[in-house]
């Protein structure tokens, strides 16, 4: 079992940024890949970013690419989400999620592990 903590959360301005973390604990030291997602109110959960287990991979979501920066510290078992310019469609719940394997993926039913999620408001 992989436990995961997500802060870093909160009311920022438009153009602001925040940086998100996501604390993993319990069964670390197999491999994962991590991702973010996020779920505004009436809507389904959309992927965000996700980065592969040693960090060499990355891929965006074409709505935060150029925008948004993912990656990881494994030494410290936390993943980050750097936001800049933010907007206030980015306004959603924020989740961290851990996928055993190398490689993640933009489909939310292949991870194994998610955390509770931290909410962002960005106001115009």
């Known amino acids: 079992q992989v436990q995961l903590v997500e802060s870093g959360g909160g009311l920022v301005q438009a153009g602001g940024s925040l940086r998100l973390s996501c604390a993993a604990s319990?069964?670390?030291?197999?491999?994962?890949?991590m991702g973010w997602f996020r779920q505004a109110p009436g809507k389904e959960r959309e992927f965000v970013a996700v980065?592969?287990?040693?960090?060499?991979?990355?891929d965006y979501a074409d709505s935060v690419k150029g925008r948004f920066t993912i990656s990881r510290d494994n030494g410290k078992n936390t993943v980050y989400l750097q936001m800049n310019s933010l907007k206030p469609e980015d306004t959603a719940v924020y989740y961290c999620?851990?996928?055993?394997?190398?490689?993640?993926?933009?489909?939310?039913?292949?991870?194994?592990?998610w955390g509770q999620g931290t909410q962002v408001t960005v106001s115009s």
């Open positions: 319990g069964r670390t030291s197999s491999s994962y890949a």
């Open positions: 999620a851990a996928r055993q394997g190398w490689y993640g993926s933009r489909r939310s039913r292949e991870f194994d592990y």
């Open positions: 980065i592969s287990w040693g960090g060499a991979s990355t």
